[in-house]
């Protein structure tokens, strides 16, 4: 497949517009890499765990992590529909 | 379904997030979860969990992706458009080999678990044998596979779709099943507090255990897929596709690690057996007897949700492997009886009955566990590719596409998803050592017939079209030297080299014009000027030619450049030289001889001569600066031509910087290497002693400087293509291609034939290397 063939497919962007969107994530990226290590750090915290209590610390605080890093994930969603929107305009 | 091309229709953009995360939820809480449950925890014990929760942070690396990509390409070939997109060369066909496969062994799974959950269910009512077959013979559990196998390629020759309200009713039930069962679970471990003991040990077959659970039920991760594969349906799919991706994995991934809770902590043995062993020993039935345990109605509940998820997720594999394959044919990558659709039906029945047998032979010769691991690796290993694709993607498209969603720490964090899947891939052997030797199997033959088979058809599907031949030898062996003509002016002197060049050889000559038309007109459209590429070009070189005594074919072409006729020329008659001419000037600073020389020099796979100069009829002095041995060989061998033709006198140089600081000793090594390299020409000098001398080693530290000098006190210089890597063509340039700009006199650059495996490395460096995207041609 080629630049034609999705261009053709309408997969591509307005040429006018090629180079104007930027390509950073619009994710929280400190927040976010705090959630996946503390996710990463309470996995190996159950493993070590080994069924006791610190098992269990580390499940909740897996859940919680978790949790954290898709709220951001959707968040980031809204706002680089919202940037690119914004860019459209300015371009 | 998918449909034929003459039937395409554009699909309507109803489903909103929340159908379509359900669609992803339905498709994770299936039969992956019912099946593998406890084998994943025979394998890992209670850690189970760990295993679950590992998966869903290494799913989420590679959902970034998804939620990436599908957000800009929401197409509906999801993982197997992107790779074709992203990475070069068998990649394509080989995620499409790959998927194939990995969606007809999941067939083959979901086979095999529901003959374990219909004969489970005949246990229960007390039937011991069914024709006299006992229930629990392994003939019996391999034939209900196959039986039921054959109903869901009948069912989907029928052309019944994978999604649809029984699809939605399906999900429904399931998800309510395994709440019940996970509630009721919980409810007994919080009134049992005993039951917390069965978690210790909790690794009891240590980090292996869990990293191999990990690979087995990788396959119940997978369903996300979905999500991207129903793109050209789903509302504002920018932001609702990737909002669907993440939202399905969170609600799927606690339902999974609450299942393996109380699975392992809510059953009583009832015996000094471990819940976790007691479940691996269960197999595919775990879930079931773990259910009979604490759950109301828990062994019919979960009979019923186990038949329904394998039904269902056979059907869907059986109709999307169906549809690779479908694909596959449809692109030339399988041959053409893949892509027939039935006239009454729509369906493509020969593809169905190709993966169908695909399904029921894995089911038939592979234990349980082995077919899972094979379909686990598989699946890996195509998620691996997605995650290498999204980053060639986004280098050469990234500026152009819309992005609904960004990957984080780009490109780190789809490296870190790559290694945590090689990781896990290979702890799979370790699991299962038969999955992965079928899976290397399957992938090797599928390199073999990509080699042998597709990609000669797909190349013969892009090539640019022989609209005009005139008498063509065929002898198979004969030396083939082509020259391109355009421009009758500029012939001659091309004419005469390719004509010396193939009378020495023995060879024939082989004039070829290309008819250009652009981008944005059919190909159709060059035909009209066939006959005045004939009367103006091809006539006149085929006269100019006439001369020389050489058998002389013409040839004219249609293609949207001269560079892509004259590569498929090459390929197309196994031609062994090109003959192009050089203007002397580049075009634009982007090129480095201009793009058509540049293009034929990187992608023909023959040798090449681009000549510079109008008159090569009265050369006297030729001047060869050799560098490498291997090189100088074409390059004196094109000299000793002019020397018999011509009696010309040739000077060959090694030039050196006095940077390379070789000692004498170190100068005469380099030479005799250099001798060798040219000591089988016949015409060369005879004794190694007069080579040595014949070969004059100067030192100097301005080489282009001194070649320039050098050359313009000869008729004709003849200098090799750059060898230098790419690195120093970038921060440099290249010393034949400096010398080329700032000498005057006759000029012929060679380049060799490259190996294949020189060939393929370098186009695969070039591949990654490239921002560019690629382009029609």
Redesign the interface.
């Given at each position: 497949?080629?630049?034609?063939?999705?261009q053709e497919?309408n997969?591509?962007?307005p040429e006018e517009e090629?180079?104007?969107?930027e390509?950073?994530?619009?994710?929280a990226?400190i927040p976010?890499?705090i959630l996946?290590l503390c996710?990463?750090a309470s996995?190996v915290a159950?493993?070590f765990?080994?069924?006791?209590w610190l098992?269990w610390v580390g499940?909740v605080v897996?859940?919680l992590s978790?949790?954290g890093?898709?709220l951001l994930?959707?968040r980031?969603?809204?706002k680089?529909?919202k940037r690119?929107k914004k860019e459209q305009k300015e371009s | 379904m998918a449909e034929s091309p003459q039937h395409q229709t554009e699909l309507s953009r109803d489903l909103g997030v929340f159908t379509i995360t359900m669609v992803g939820v339905g498709a994770m809480i299936g039969a992956g979860i019912f099946v593998l449950t406890g084998y994943a925890a025979g394998t890992a014990g209670?850690?189970l969990?760990?295993a679950f929760?590992?998966n869903?942070?290494v799913t989420?690396l590679t959902a970034?992706a998804y939620?990436e990509l599908g957000?800009?390409?929401p197409?509906a070939g999801g993982g197997y458009?992107w790779v074709?997109?992203g990475l070069p060369g068998p990649n394509a066909f080989l995620a499409g080999w790959m998927s194939w496969f990995a969606h007809s062994v999941a067939g083959s799974l979901y086979a095999l678990g529901f003959s374990s959950y219909l004969g489970f269910v005949l246990h229960e009512f007390g039937i011991q044998s069914v024709a006299g077959i006992p229930i629990e013979a392994a003939i019996f559990q391999k034939g209900l596979a196959v039986a039921i196998a054959l109903i869901f390629i009948a069912i989907n020759f029928k052309g019944v779709s994978e999604t649809g309200i029984a699809g939605n009713i399906v999900t429904v039930i399931k998800v309510i099943i395994i709440g019940l069962f996970i509630a009721s679970g919980l409810w007994v471990m919080f009134n049992k507090p005993v039951n917390?003991?069965?978690?210790?040990?909790?690794?009891p077959k240590g980090?292996t255990g869990?990293m191999s659970a990990m690979g087995l039920t990788y396959i119940a991760f997978e369903g996300y897929e979905i999500i991207v594969q129903a793109g050209e349906e789903v509302k504002n799919p920018?932001?609702n596709i990737?909002?669907a991706v993440?939202?399905s994995?969170?609600i799927v991934?606690?339902i999974y690690?609450l299942v393996a809770?109380v699975a392992v902590g809510a059953v009583d043995t009832g015996s000094a057996q471990t819940t976790w062993q007691w479940l691996g020993d269960a197999g595919e039935l775990g879930l079931a007897e773990a259910a009979r345990q604490f759950m109301p109605l828990g062994t019919s509940l979960l009979l019923i949700g186990g038949l329904l998820s394998t039904m269902s997720a056979l059907n869907a594999t059986t109709f999307s492997s169906t549809r690779v394959s479908f694909a596959m044919g449809r692109d030339r990558n399988l041959p053409d009886f893949f892509a027939k659709i039935n006239e009454i039906t729509r369906t493509p029945y020969l593809a169905l009955i190709a993966s169908g047998s695909l399904i029921i032979f894995m089911a038939v010769a592979v234990p349980i566990e082995d077919v899972a691991a094979a379909a686990d690796v598989m699946f890996l290993l195509l998620f691996l590719q997605v995650n290498v694709a999204i980053i060639t993607i986004?280098r050469k498209?990234?500026?152009?596409?819309?992005?609904?969603?960004?990957?984080?720490?780009?490109p780190f964090t789809p490296i870190l998803a790559i290694v945590l899947m090689i990781v896990i891939a290979g702890y799979m052997f370790h699991f299962s050592p038969l999955g992965w030797y079928v899976v290397v199997g399957w992938i090797t033959t599928g390199f073999v017939i990509y080699y042998t088979y597709a990609k000669k058809r797909e190349r013969a599907k892009r090539v640019s079209p022989v609209v005009l031949e005139q008498s063509v030898y065929k002898e198979k062996e004969r030396f083939r030297v082509l020259i391109p003509v355009a421009n009758p002016k500029t012939s001659q002197a091309l004419i005469d080299f390719g004509a010396m060049v193939a009378k020495e050889k023995d060879g024939e000559l082989i004039l070829m014009n290309a008819i250009t038309v652009p981008?944005q007109s059919p190909l159709e459209v060059g035909r009209q000027y066939i006959k005045n590429a004939r009367d103006r070009v091809i006539d006149e070189a085929l006269e100019m030619a006439q001369k020389h005594d050489v058998p002389t074919s013409s040839v004219i072409r249609i293609a949207r450049k001269p560079a892509k006729a004259i590569i498929d020329e090459v390929e197309d008659r196994d031609i062994d030289m090109v003959v192009m001419g050089w203007q002397g000037k580049r075009r634009s600073p982007e090129t480095r001889l201009g793009s058509n020389i540049d293009q034929v020099m990187k992608d023909a796979d023959c040798d090449i001569a681009v000549l510079r100069g109008k008159e090569f009829s009265n050369v006297k002095n030729i001047f060869i600066p050799i560098a490498y041995p291997d090189q100088a060989h074409l390059m004196l061998e094109v000299g000793q031509m002019f020397e018999k033709e011509q009696q010309s006198n040739i000077d060959l140089y090694h030039i050196i910087s006095p940077r390379v600081n070789d000692d004498e000793e170190a100068k005469q090594r380099r030479l005799n290497d250099l001798y060798e390299g040219l000591a089988d020409l016949k015409a060369g000098p005879d004794s190694e002693e007069e080579a040595k001398h014949a070969i004059k080693l100067t030192v100097d530290t301005n080489i282009v400087g001194s070649i320039v000098d050098l050359s313009s006190q000869h008729d004709l210089t003849i200098i090799g293509a750059a060898r230098e890597g790419w690195f120093h063509k970038l921060i440099a340039g290249t010393k034949p291609e400096q010398i080329a700009q700032r000498t005057d006199g006759n000029l012929i650059l060679i380049k060799n034939r490259r190996t294949t495996i020189h060939s393929g490395l370098l186009d695969v460096i070039e591949f990654f290397r490239s921002s560019e995207?690629?382009?029609?041609q």
């Open positions: 497949m080629s630049l034609e063939d999705l497919q997969i591509l962007l090629w180079g104007e969107h390509l950073k994530t619009t994710i990226e976010l890499a996946f996710a990463a996995w159950a493993y765990g080994n069924g006791n098992t499940v897996f859940f978790f949790f890093i898709i994930c959707d980031a969603v809204t680089q529909r690119f | 209670p850690a969990i760990l929760a590992g869903g942070l989420f970034l939620a957000s800009a390409i197409e458009l074709k997109e917390w003991g069965h978690f210790t040990p909790f690794t980090f869990v920018k932001k990737p909002r993440f939202w994995l969170f991934i606690p690690i809770i986004r498209y990234g500026d152009k596409l819309d992005y609904g969603f960004l990957i984080p720490f780009f981008q995207p690629d382009r029609a």
